[in-house]
């Protein structure tokens, strides 16, 4: 019984830990992206690269958001599919249509290069660049009118090497996407800023945005040298850093487009998620993560403990609300009903445990074998993005 009591005051405490992080992350979230000042248009050229794979939920409407922006300069939004029968193929000509007077060409190459299919698909396409300034974005983002002149401004400072961005999360295909967009924007945003602002992030980039002159991405040996890499991103961040490059992110805000339509769908895409970042992650950093889930803690805790658990699980959730309803006035919008926020952070509970056990992840039809040094190998034919 004093072992069980024991862990019953432990999940108190770090419950209580964790929402004095909650708050701080919303606090500093706050202050971070006031400092956002619009910058003006540039006229440097610029290449924004989207490897496709089908049609997402909003994809044109999505990718139009690329061209139109405050930019003096050309724009190519430079397309890659690896099939010949992708829809998503439909859909870069539907954008064509839409927007005539935009540059927008698109690859399609079968060639496959190592385990990881988006890579591949970056290789086939870096031939048709065509400007200075290469922009990798997943296909999944959408961007203000200022996201290139912010970009540019970034890039521009002396010393940087390669520009990433933050984003929050917007639910595109019903339930389960709500859920999954909640993470990014209640769980992912505030931490990630967070670390920002304190000077955490290191060397990594994010999948939203890495910006970099056509260079440097030369200098680092074109996107080749990731090919067996799952968390491609942060190892392109690390090649620049070490080049004696730094990194910049901008006080700017994307919305990512999450677009699952079931339970194990979610379930798969958070725990390859999970499973990259606790790779990462120091062990001892990684385990210490469980703070940011202060109100699941707090019901484990009043399981042993039901007075203070109870008091304390009340502050856990009011202190959830008050901070998803900061992420909201900084984004300008909703991402979903807040009284999800409980369902939300025992479903990140869930992952969070799974993550330990994680050997292989799937990703889009493929199951890779985690390896050392961040590198995946395909179990089946490589993947297709």
């Known amino acids: 019984m004093a072992i069980l009591s024991t ?15 909650v708050l701080a992350t919303a606090v500093t979230l706050l202050r971070f992206f ?6 003006p248009p540039s006229d440097a050229g610029v290449t924004i690269l989207k490897p496709l794979h089908g049609a997402e939920p909003r994809l ?35 954008l064509k249509t839409r927007l005539p007077d935009a540059r927008v060409d698109l690859v399609v190459d079968t060639t496959a290069h190592g385990s990881n299919g988006k890579i591949a698909n970056l290789i086939n396409m870096e031939n048709a660049i065509a400007h200075d300034v290469v922009v990798l974005s997943d296909s999944d983002m959408a961007v203000p009118r200022y996201y290139l002149a912010t970009l540019m401004r970034a890039l521009d400072r002396p010393g940087i090497g390669v520009v ?36 955490q992030l290191g060397n990594a980039c994010m999948g939203s945005t890495i910006a970099m002159r056509r260079t440097t991405l030369a200098e680092i040996g074109g996107f080749r040298c990731f090919a067996d890499i799952l968390a491609d991103d942060h190892a392109i961040g690390r090649a620049v850093r070490a080049l004696g490059l730094d990194s ?5 805000l994307l ?10 769908t ?27 889930l202060p109100f699941p803690l707090a019901v484990l805790g009043a399981l042993i403990h039901p007075a203070a658990g109870i008091a304390l699980a009340t502050v856990a959730l009011v202190t959830r609300l008050v901070a998803a309803a900061m992420v909201d006035t900084v984004a300008g919008a909703s991402t979903a009903s807040k009284w999800l926020l409980p369902a939300r952070d025992f479903f990140s509970l869930a992952i969070f445990i799974a993550s330990y056990a994680v050997r292989s992840v799937d990703w889009r ?13 395909a179990e089946t034919e490589s993947l297709r993005r």
Not at 65 to 91: M, N, S
Request: aromatic residues 10%; hydrophobic residues 45%; contains cysteine.
């Open 7 to 21: 862990i019953g005051w432990l999940f108190l405490a770090l419950a209580a830990i964790g929402c004095g992080y």
């Open 34 to 39: 006031a400092a956002n000042e619009k910058a």
């Open 60 to 94: 044109a409407d999505n990718l139009a958001t690329f061209l139109r922006q405050d930019h003096a300069g050309p724009i190519q939004l430079l397309c890659g599919v690896q099939r010949e029968d992708d829809p998503a193929i439909t859909i870069v000509e539907e």
């Open 164 to 199: 990433t961005c933050l984003y929050r999360g917007r639910g595109d295909a019903g339930f389960w996407s709500w859920l999954g967009a909640m993470g990014l924007s209640y769980r992912f945003l505030p931490d990630a800023t967070f670390a920002t602002a304190i000077g």
């Open 248 to 252: 910049a992110v901008p006080p700017l």
């Open 255 to 264: 919305t990512h487009a999450s677009d699952e339509t079931s339970l194990p």
């Open 266 to 292: 979610l379930w798969r895409h958070e725990l390859r998620w999970a499973a990259t970042v606790r790779g990462l992650t120091p062990p001892v950093a990684y385990a210490g993560s469980i703070v940011t």
């Open 365 to 377: 039809g493929a199951r890779l074998t985690m390896e050392a040094d961040g590198r995946i190998a």
